[in-house]
């Protein structure tokens, strides 16, 4: 399946490469040119040991470094999509969401969560805390990535990053991805069945362009039980594709 749409914009053999994937396309083809690798909320909140005991999140890590510098190797966009709330977010919130992670106000987005062995973590999952920072080894990659310009961090308010609410429709992801003409985005992080898919979704259906989703099945991970994970490949598979970072690497070269 070619997903580079030359027609529109045209292609280079430079820039083209044909990656394996899950399912009957067995493969699909991209330009590196218009391609993003997302990575969804792998941050202190949702992976340290100190608040979250499940080590899935975390067993993922070191196949997303591999992944994060095969794309950078081939010139492709990182890009960072983390919760990072300011005083406004916590304004226009719907009420769903604050009981989604906090049971009152003083648990949910934006309320103190004091030290931690020793660490000051800041308020839950607001911009420049440490919650929010990605999580061990990662924090340092994403640092080095977004100051050698391979990579992009973005704030987000919502689950996708891709909407933000009745103040921010135009989130800085999206007017990323129009403004450059993306049209083919990897995704992975935490978690499979909430915010991964959500942005997938958006992705799919929202963005202007309609963009070409994959799924990259081990740097994603979830807490929820496993027929969550299920129904995600399901609708992926229909919506977009799945697919494994050894064998994208390997096709990467």
Known sequence: MDLTRSQLYGSSKNTTKVIPVNGKDR???????RTLLCIIDMQNFFLHPARQPSPVGRDVVPATIKMINAFRKNSITVAWVNWGLDEIDLLTMPSAFLRGFGS?????FGSDMGIINGTEWGRL?????????????LYALQVEGVEQGTDLYFNKNRLSGLSGGLLKPMTPLRLYIQENDITTVFFGGVN?????FGAMIDAYFLATQGLDVIMVDDISATTSPNYATEMV???IGGDGWTANSTAIMSALG
């Open 192 to 196: 499979t069945d909430q915010c991964v």
């Open 125 to 137: 999952l607001m911009r420049h805390q440490f919650n929010s920072q990605p999580w061990g080894p």
């Open 27 to 33: 493969s699909i083809i991209i330009d590196t040119k």
């Open 104 to 108: 009152t106000p003083d648990t949910t």
């Open 233 to 235: 490949v399901f609708n």
